[in-house]
Each structure stands twice: as C-alpha cells, then as structure tokens.
C-alpha cells in the first residue's frame, strides 16, 4: 500500500479538540483511502493520501445511474489505550454481497481489510477515548466509468474516509417512529439487502412524512401485503416480550429485502449471552400494535452501526398512537446496549472474537 502522508494534518492538540467536540459526520480525519479498478487490470495498488476533495468528470456513471455502495464500521478505543476494529470481516463480506447486487467489482475481504487496518494505524489519533464513542469508518465505492450508456460499470472507485462520533441518538431519550403505509423500502429481487446510496435516498421523502408527523424516524412495512414490520430508517429494529429473564428478545427475519446488520446479527448472541431466548420472525404491525396492548411487548429497540442501540419510545400509525412500557428506555434494551459496547471497548470479555486488535 502506497501511502502519502498529509503535511497538513492537524497536530495533536487540535485534533484532540474536535474529538472532544463530537457530532456524527461534524469533522473528518487527516487522510483516505483511494484504491482504483479497471475491468482489464483488475484492483491497483491502495494509496493513503491527504483527506481532500476528488475531482470526476460530469458523465460519470455514478451520476447518472446511482452504482454505488458503502459501508458503515467503527474503531473503538481499548482499556490499555490501544484500538480494535469490531467485526471487520462481517463488513467486508456485507461489501462484496452489496458489489454483487450493484454489479461492481468484488473487493477481496483481504484487501477491504487492508486498507482498513492500514488507515486506523495512521489517523488513530482520531479515536475517541469515552465509552460509546467512536471511530466511524465509511468505505464506499463508486461507478466512475465515463459515459452515459446504461451498463455495469468498466471503472470503479474504492474510497475510505472517516469520522469521529459520539451516540448517534441520545440514548436516554427514547425516540419516535411513524409506520409509513404510503411508501415502501424494498421488495423482493430489489436491492433492500444491499448497502447502496438508493436505498436511503428513496427513504427521504417518507422520513420527511415522518417529521410532519412529529416522530424522528420512519418504520417500513413489507412491499406486497403492507403488514409485516421490516426495518426503522436505515437501522434493524427489535421488539422484547415478557420481562426479566423470563423475557423472549425477538427481530424480523430476513427475507430478503431487510439489511443484515452486523449489530443485529451482535445483538442475537449478546441476548443469548444475557440468558434472554431470542428468535426470528414475521412480525405484523397488528402483533405490535395488540402486543403493546396487552402489554406482552414490553421494550423495543432500533439497532446500527451508527447508533448501536436506541430505544422507541412510542410508535405513530394511522391506526393511532402506541407507547412502550412506560414511554422511557427498558431496562433490557440498556442491559443489551452496555454490554455491546462493554465487548467493543474491551471491557467485557469478548467470547465471540469479534474484536480485532490494530494497535
């Protein structure tokens, strides 16, 4: 890996400053990643340079038809001052699966990781040192083929930048949802299990919906029947029935047009780990709004990268309002919360070797 060092990069005092900021996406690190792909030569040889704009010619093709995909990770600090990554190789493997679906190159998990490992060793100046904070890393790569034919790309970009971050959502404060019935996510054969850019941009216009509602966030619900709940935002949700140990931790299957998170994959073993039974399912807004009810639903919880965990606090429908519990975050939902990030900050045992040391 080539590697050109920034002779601008913020010396140690600043730096340290706007960690101590925060703010998700406020403030970015000294350097990034570029890795070039041409469909006859293959992947060219990464290269660490200076954080700074790029310049692309305006009939690139990731203008025009949206080829891209991204991926969202994070570097935590560890007790003795060092960093792990947390489960790495799940987000490279997201990041080929996603390549698939939007007919870009294939980045091997070996070279995704490089570059990863690489670039925390020279900005980990950057990472946070406060429990819940973090690194937040975002690979992406783009169609840069110029041309406006409508074809998979014969040029890709591999980019990797990062940011400093604090709770993406404050999580004392529970938040908000409105299950949208006007719009949809993602139907079967479309690009839901993808991360790419059309995924989100399409969530906008109902997010917006969202806040006219007063709610922070937007549920979807499945494309053919309008029934069964899938996703908040652009985060896994779960749902928590009974209560202390007796309590069943539960999560929409994946069907295929729900994002794997790897958060939601943690939280599975984290529960079991808690001694909570876990299971999968097709949950329909009727089980949730009859389960808060009857009070079986006790806590529910929106989980990401970016987030970790976030309490919902009540749910808007056009089928009325529905508090959870008490409105306030459950106490499972925390117990769950703190102990992730107890395993991702080192201070609690890591049975799964999720955790991968970088320095």
């Not at 409105?178 to 997010?207: F, P």
């Not at 009070?295 to 009325?320: D, L, R, W």
Request: aromatic letters at 8%; one cysteine or more; glycine letters at 10%.
């Amino acid at each position: 890996m080539k590697i050109s060092l920034n002779p601008q990069a913020k010396d140690e005092a600043t730096r340290n400053a706007l960690v101590a900021e925060g703010g998700f996406g406020k403030y970015y690190t000294d350097h990034m990643v570029v890795c070039e792909w041409e469909d006859k030569k293959g992947w060219a040889e990464p290269e660490i340079k200076a954080y700074g704009p790029i310049t692309l010619d305006p009939a690139t093709a990731v203008f025009h038809y949206g080829q891209e995909i991204f991926e969202g990770m994070k570097a935590y600090r560890q007790p003795d001052g060092g960093i792990a990554l947390f489960r790495p190789e799940a987000n490279a493997q997201r990041f080929i699966n996603s390549a698939k679906r939007l007919a870009l190159p294939e980045m091997s998990i070996e070279l995704f990781l490089e570059t990863v490992n690489e670039f925390v060793k020279i900005d980990g100046g950057w990472v946070p040192n406060q429990v819940g904070e973090s690194l937040y890393i975002r690979p992406f790569m783009i169609a840069t083929e110029v041309g406006l034919g409508v074809r998979p790309t014969n040029k890709a970009t591999y980019m990797l930048i990062a940011t400093p971050a604090g709770a993406y959502f404050d999580p004392s404060k529970p938040v908000s949802v409105w299950i949208s019935t006007e719009y949809v996510r993602a139907a079967q054969g479309g690009t839901g299990e993808a991360k790419c850019g059309g995924n989100y941009a399409a969530s906008l216009v109902a997010q917006k919906a969202a806040a006219k509602e007063g709610c922070d966030q937007v549920v979807w619900l499945d494309a053919k029947e309008r029934k069964w709940v899938e996703e908040m935002g652009g985060m896994n949700l779960y749902f928590v029935k009974g209560s202390g140990k007796d309590a069943t931790v539960i999560t929409p299957k994946l069907t295929g047009t729900l994002l794997p998170g790897v958060t939601r994959d943690s939280i599975l073993s984290v529960a079991k780990d808690l001694g909570y039974k876990t299971d999968e399912v097709m949950l329909s807004v009727d089980d949730w709004r009859d389960g808060i009810a009857s009070g079986e639903i006790t806590e529910i919880f929106a989980c990401g990268t970016a987030a970790v965990v976030s309490p919902i606090g009540q749910a808007k429908s056009a089928m009325g309002t529905w508090v959870t519990g008490d409105g306030q975050p459950g106490k499972i939902t925390m117990e769950i919360r703190n102990h992730l990030l107890g395993i991702q900050h080192g201070k609690i045992e890591d049975k799964h070797g999720w955790n991968k040391r970088v320095l």
